[in-house]
C-alpha cells in the first residue's frame, strides 16, 4: 500500500462515454516530501513519513525546523507516515500525483464535517413519535421511551441518544480515480469524500 497527503478543493461532475453526468470530488494530491525513512533496525517497524502544505516558519516549533531543514525542505503543516510502499523513496524526495493513474481504486481518510449537538431525528434517523395532528406539538421530534422503569431502572449502555455528530475520522474505502492531472496536482474522485472544502485528507491505494 502507498498513498499521498492532500487537500479537498470540492465537488464537481463529469460526463461518462455514455452520457451519465458522475459526481466527483476533486483532490490536490501533493506534492509531498520524504521527511523521514523509518526502518525495523532504527525504529522497530518500516514507514515513510510524508509532508504536506505549507507552514510559516514562526509558527513552526525549532524542533521541526531542524526536522524539516534535514530534508531540505520547508515548514509543513501535515505530516502522515504510510507503510508497505512498494520501495522506500529516498530521504527528501518529492512525491507527486502520478502515483495514481486513471481506474485505481483507493481509500480517503479525513475528518467528517461538524454538526454540533443534534437530536435522534438527524443524527439517528429517527421517524419521532406520535403523528401531526390531535394536539401532538412538542413530540415529533422526541426519542420516546428508552428502556423499562421497572427493571433495571436506569437507562442502558448503547441507547441512541442525541449527543454530538460529526466531526470524527472517517474512511471512504474503493473510490475510483476517474483523471489524474498532473499539471495541477489534482486527483478527480468518483462519489464524495470525507471533510469540508479545503480539508486535509489522506488517499491510499
Not at 506534492?31 to 513552526?60: H, M, W
Not at 531540505?72 to 512498494?86: A, C, G, I, M, Y
Not at 421497572?150 to 472517517?170: D, E
Request: include cysteine; hydrophobic fraction near 35%; glycine fraction near 12%.
Amino acid at each position: 500500500m502507498s498513498g499521498i497527503i492532500g487537500k479537498k478543493i470540492g465537488m464537481t461532475s463529469i460526463f461518462a462515454a455514455d452520457g451519465k453526468a458522475i459526481p466527483c470530488t476533486v483532490v490536490e494530491a501533493g506534492p509531498c516530501v520524504v521527511t523521514q525513512v523509518k526502518t525495523i533496525e532504527s525504529d522497530g517497524y518500516n514507514a515513510v513519513q510524508l509532508a504536506f502544505g505549507e507552514k510559516k516558519e514562526k509558527r513552526t516549533p525549532a524542533a521541526m525546523k531542524g526536522h524539516f531543514k534535514k530534508a531540505s525542505t520547508t515548514p509543513k503543516r501535515k505530516l502522515v507516515e504510510f507503510r508497505h510502499f512498494p520501495e522506500a523513496p529516498a530521504f527528501g524526495t518529492e512525491i507527486k500525483v502520478d502515483l495514481f493513474a486513471e481506474g485505481d481504486y483507493v481509500d480517503v481518510v479525513g475528518t467528517s464535517i461538524g454538526k454540533g449537538f443534534q437530536g435522534v431525528v438527524k443524527r439517528h434517523n429517527f421517524s419521532g413519535v406520535g403523528g401531526q395532528t390531535h394536539g401532538q406539538h412538542n413530540r415529533l421530534r422526541a426519542p420516546g421511551s428508552r428502556g423499562a422503569s421497572s427493571f433495571p431502572s436506569r437507562v442502558l449502555k448503547g441507547i441512541r441518544t442525541a449527543g454530538h455528530m460529526g466531526n470524527v475520522r472517517v474512511k471512504m474505502q474503493n473510490l475510483q480515480v476517474v483523471k489524474v492531472v498532473p499539471e495541477q496536482n489534482l486527483l478527480i474522485i468518483k462519489g464524495s469524500v470525507p471533510g469540508h472544502n479545503g480539508a486535509i485528507v489522506i488517499v491510499e491505494k
